[in-house]
């Protein structure tokens, strides 16, 4: 998995609660990008980081925050989880070298918000 | 309509068979397209990529752009069952990707 590592891998939640998800890359790519997947839906982009504290929304952000203190991690958390994030989480990274649009996914976190 | 569509499957084919998928978008606009294949609760993987219109060909699979149709394709040939996996189109306007599509994705599963 291009040396991307998630975690936790599994999570189960209650509703209200916050949740933080880790992702930590060895690659030392610029770019930074956490989806969801869903059934019916496919891949979406919550939010994305071009660097060091850059950080912009994507097409499904509400309800999500994301934090990049250093180039190697970028956080991934729900200030108040619902039902309706239930879904299974990717982290994805890409390079400033060339052709930055392959991005390169990590092996996902499955969560439950019940 | 949504941006990129992709035909969800599932797609049954037996081993050796040529195997067909491909996507629709809509955006004129776009210029870099991928394939991504994903096994079952695993991440997506990156297949091929391609620029523009054109063919490009790896081993057994070959994937193909036609922008005046708005169409692209990947060929898979001589399909295997390890190729049974989830495929994910995507395309992105510029170069620094961070505004990649993805279509749903198609579920090709191939018997031995």
């Known amino acids: 998995d291009a040396g991307i590592t998630q975690s936790p891998r599994h999570k189960v939640t209650e509703t209200g609660t916050p949740v933080t998800l880790r992702c930590h890359q060895t690659?030392?790519?610029?770019?930074m990008y956490w989806y969801r997947q869903d059934p019916g839906h496919g891949l979406r982009l919550i939010h994305y980081?071009?660097?060091?504290?850059?950080?912009d929304k994507g097409e499904v952000s509400d309800g999500y925050s994301v934090s990049r203190s250093k180039t190697e991690d970028f956080l991934l958390t729900l200030e108040s989880a619902t039902s309706s994030q239930t879904s299974v989480y990717f982290c994805?990274?890409?390079?400033?070298?060339?052709?930055?649009?392959?991005?390169?996914f990590g092996p996902g976190t499955r969560l439950t918000v019940t | 309509q949504k941006e990129v569509e992709q035909d969800p499957g599932p797609l049954s084919v037996p081993e050796g068979a040529i195997v067909s998928l491909n996507c629709t978008y809509s955006?004129?606009?776009?210029?870099?397209f991928m394939w991504y294949r994903q096994y079952s609760r695993k991440g997506p993987e990156l297949l091929m990529y391609?620029?523009?219109?054109g063919n490009k060909e790896d081993g057994r699979f070959t994937a193909q752009v036609d922008k005046s149709s708005k169409y692209i394709s990947l060929f898979i040939r001589d399909s295997q069952p390890s190729d049974s996996a989830t495929y994910l189109c995507?395309?992105?306007?510029?170069?620094?990707?961070?505004?990649?599509?993805f279509g749903k994705g198609t579920t090709l599963s191939v018997s031995s």
């Open positions: 994805a990274i890409s390079s400033d070298r060339g052709s930055s649009y392959e991005q390169y």
């Open positions: 690659e030392n790519h610029r770019y």
């Open positions: 980081s071009y660097g060091v504290k850059d950080t």
């Open positions: 955006n004129s606009a776009f210029q870099y």
């Open positions: 391609t620029y523009s219109s």
């Open positions: 995507a395309m992105t306007i510029n170069q620094a990707g961070t505004a990649l599509i």
